[in-house]
């Protein structure tokens, strides 16, 4: 199978952006910005209509951070000081955990659009990895990280269950902080193991086709460990991952989102290119039975939205001529 | 200097109403117009009826929009001086913003709009859609004329090239790097290089140039961004720019670094060439309790690590939070430079500053924050005389 998606939060488009910053000004009302929402989010889920993406997203508008639904309203999480987004010049706020995380009410649904959603295609839901969120957080409370990572795994596994009865076919755990690794430490193989266990428990008997989403950083650094994690899918950065290192391992029983849409460059990509980067690639990593989704590598909200759909749409040629070819070959 | 702890500020201050609205050519409310006159009379700002008469205008001319400009950069000026600073600027009163400012006065770049930075707020991010040219000075006239304007030592502060491309879309060098570099990592670090030392080359060295002819004796590096990228790479790249960027120049520089992560910034510091000082805050990771022990000056623990790294030049120790209305006591700012002194064994190596430019503080705030900040530097001078 072929596929492509969209991998994170939406840049809000113009007009959006006008009335959240009049909203912050204090200029006009609470309604005006959630109507302003309201038609801004119609707009990203018709782009990925129009693009014909295989899974939709509501495009997490209302997100103020990939963190922040969790941060405000697991219990026993406060919302902390303002801390980088990794390499960018963009910020999230801290989620300082101060007692047992525990999750009393529905998070991605109450802050998704769902009405919204075309309810003849299947759904897509992001949420933070469970390495990513213990990464992330000042833990007041736990032992220490691990704990941190499992006590929010399990949290999100009933929130993981709830998107599935809605109606969501397809959950991306969004995990940079686990390639992030700017100083090149060594990363701990009993980490991994950790890692794969947390996921287990975020994704027992989800009913859902799920994936780890990495970025920011060289996914050949976690493999061959990735390959057991219990996702269906992988997803890598391709501005970040050494291609070299990624072809010496096979990724059998595992579909690929290959992010090859730079979501931090504005540059518009040579679809050329990506055919033949897609190409080179399947043609060592993946068996035939793998299914392939073309992706941006990370949220696109770093860009302006006007260049974000350009991109959306590349994408969607891309997947489209890779599926035309897939066919021509049989 | 011939005293220790010379105060100084960073950069920028806040834009008063009547500067913003009177540049718009926007009407002002008389309170608008009565608060410029009250504080011209505060600072000692001579002939203010003249900036009424243009603040009161209907319509306003290119040369009316223009002398507001200076009127706000005369008002910065008497405003550092009357709080008793020792080295000064005109509180940036003549830029946009300190990344657009540049942009926009430098040829080859575009913006695209605006994307998020946090929550509600954004900033307007340009590409680089051909080789940068420089086309006009961008600083010159600012710093000519608060030359002309003051008797103090002037630091002129310059966002540097470093943050100015990390802040960037990189298209032109991307799509040049497209056919050299096998990989699309190799290809975008490739060309973020190129992009980097062509913009020191084309447009930072030659406004540097024009800034010593005219006579600027210290430049001061913006570079907010530098430990965006801790990667060594990213970090060696940083050092190599702003080497590059004073290489052979007789003029001061210094660096200004905030909100970033100092373990990785003193790494480096000392590979830092002609960089007579590390302007930087700490005043914000600070409590404020009085007192010059560890356990109380957390803030300033991290100026240890630049010293056993080896970092041995001047520091613009930032004493004041610029993110709070918090007026720090005089004793509060003393605690802080007596501390840091402490640690650095040598008073001498220490300017007192804020943690970065006061631009988000209503005036009224920063104006009692540097009064008291070149009182605690008095006081601090007493304790150790």
Redesign the interface.
């Known amino acids: 199978m072929i596929g492509c998606y969209v991998t994170g939060i939406l840049?809000?488009p113009?007009k959006l952006?006008e009335v959240?910053?009049a909203?912050?000004r204090k200029k006009v009302d609470k309604e005006t910005l959630e109507k302003a929402f309201q038609e801004a989010t119609k707009e990203v889920i018709e782009a990925q209509v129009q693009a014909e993406l295989s899974y939709i997203t509501d495009g997490m508008l209302k997100w103020?951070?990939l963190l922040r639904p969790f941060t405000e309203n697991l219990e026993g999480l406060a919302v902390g000081s303002?801390a980088?987004w990794f390499?960018?010049?963009?910020?999230?706020?801290k989620p300082v955990i101060l007692d047992t995380i525990r999750r009393t009410k529905n998070i991605v649904a109450s802050i998704t659009y769902i009405q919204f959603l075309p309810k003849d295609l299947p759904w897509k839901a992001i949420l933070p990895a469970p390495y990513t969120f213990a990464k992330l957080s000042e833990n007041k409370f736990y032992k220490n990280e691990r704990e941190v990572m499992f006590a929010y795994a399990e949290a999100i596994r009933e929130e993981i269950k709830n998107l599935a009865e809605i109606g969501f076919q397809y959950i991306q755990l969004s995990d940079p902080a686990l390639v992030y690794n700017?100083?090149?430490e060594k990363i701990p193989k009993d980490m991994l193991v950790d890692v794969k266990e947390a996921l287990r428990t975020a994704m027992k008997n989800a009913k859902v086709r799920s994936c780890l989403h990495t970025f920011f950083g060289d996914f050949s650094e976690i493999l061959p460990e990735a390959l057991d994690f219990p996702v269906n899918d992988l997803g890598i950065d391709?501005?970040?991952?050494?291609?070299d290192k990624l072809k010496e391992y096979t990724f059998d029983g595992k579909g690929v989102a290959l992010g090859l849409l730079?979501a931090r460059?504005?540059?518009i990509e040579?679809e050329d290119?990506l055919l033949r980067v897609v190409n080179e690639l399947t043609e060592t990593i993946s068996s035939k039975t793998c299914d392939i989704f073309v992706c941006p590598n990370c949220d696109l909200?770093?860009?302006?939205?006007?260049?974000a759909r350009e991109k959306i749409e590349v994408m969607s040629r891309v997947a489209k001529t890779l599926k035309a070819r897939m066919h021509a070959h049989g | 200097m011939d005293k220790i702890f010379p105060t100084q500020e960073i950069g920028s201050l806040a834009k008063p109403a009547w500067r913003v609205k009177a540049y718009r050519g926007e009407p002002l409310s008389q309170e608008e117009i009565s608060e410029a006159i009250e504080w011209g009379r505060k600072l000692g700002v001579e002939d203010t009826e003249a900036l009424a008469k243009i603040l009161k205008k209907r319509e306003k001319t290119v040369e009316d929009r223009k002398a507001v400009l200076q009127w706000s950069a005369l008002y910065a000026i008497r405003l550092f001086e009357t709080a008793g600073l020792d080295i000064i600027f005109d509180g940036e009163q003549w830029r946009s913003e300190m990344y657009e400012h540049v942009i926009r006065n430098t040829e080859g770049f575009e913006f695209?709009?605006?994307?998020?930075?946090?929550?509600?707020?954004?900033?307007n991010?340009a590409?680089c859609i051909s080789k940068p040219k420089y086309v006009k000075p961008f600083y010159l006239d600012e710093f000519l004329f608060t030359k002309e304007n003051t008797r103090k030592i002037i630091k002129v502060p310059f966002t540097g090239p470093y943050t100015l491309v990390?802040?960037t879309?990189?298209?032109y060098y991307?799509?040049k790097a497209?056919s050299q570099a096998r990989?699309?990592?190799q290809r975008?670090a490739s060309a973020r290089r190129e992009f980097l030392f062509d913009l020191v080359k084309e447009v930072v060295r030659p406004e540097i140039a024009k800034l010593i002819e005219a006579g600027a004796t210290w430049i001061q590096i913006d570079e907010p961004?530098a430990t965006?990228?801790?990667?060594?790479e990213?970090m060696q790249l940083f050092v190599e720019a702003f080497n590059e960027t004073v290489r052979g120049f007789n003029c001061t520089f210094s660096l200004h670094n905030c909100y970033s992560n100092y373990e990785v910034l003193a790494k480096y510091a000392s590979q830092l060439r002609n960089c007579s000082q590390l302007a930087l805050e700490f005043a914000n990771r600070d409590s404020t309790q009085l007192g010059t022990d560890n356990k109380v000056r957390v803030g300033y623990r991290e100026l240890k690590i630049f010293e056993e790294q080896g970092y041995h030049g001047n520091y613009g120790l930032g004493v004041i939070d610029v993110h709070t209305d918090f007026i720090e006591p005089p004793e509060l700012v003393r605690d802080r430079i007596l501390y840091a002194a402490k640690i650095v064994g040598d008073p001498g190596r220490i300017f007192v500053s804020t943690d970065c430019g006061l631009r988000t503080r209503k005036w009224e705030v920063s104006f009692a924050k540097l009064k008291n900040m070149v009182l605690g530097a008095e006081l601090a001078r007493m304790t150790l005389q």
């Open positions: 840049p809000r113009k952006i959240t910053r909203y912050d103020q951070d303002l980088r390499n960018n010049n963009a910020f999230y706020r700017p100083l090149k391709m501005y970040e991952t050494n291609v730079d460059g504005s540059l040579d290119e909200e770093f860009l302006p939205w006007e260049k | 695209l709009g605006y994307v998020k930075s946090f929550d509600y707020r954004y900033f991010k590409a990390d802040w879309f990189n298209e991307e799509k497209a990989d699309f990592k975008k961004a965006t990228n801790p990667s060594n990213e």
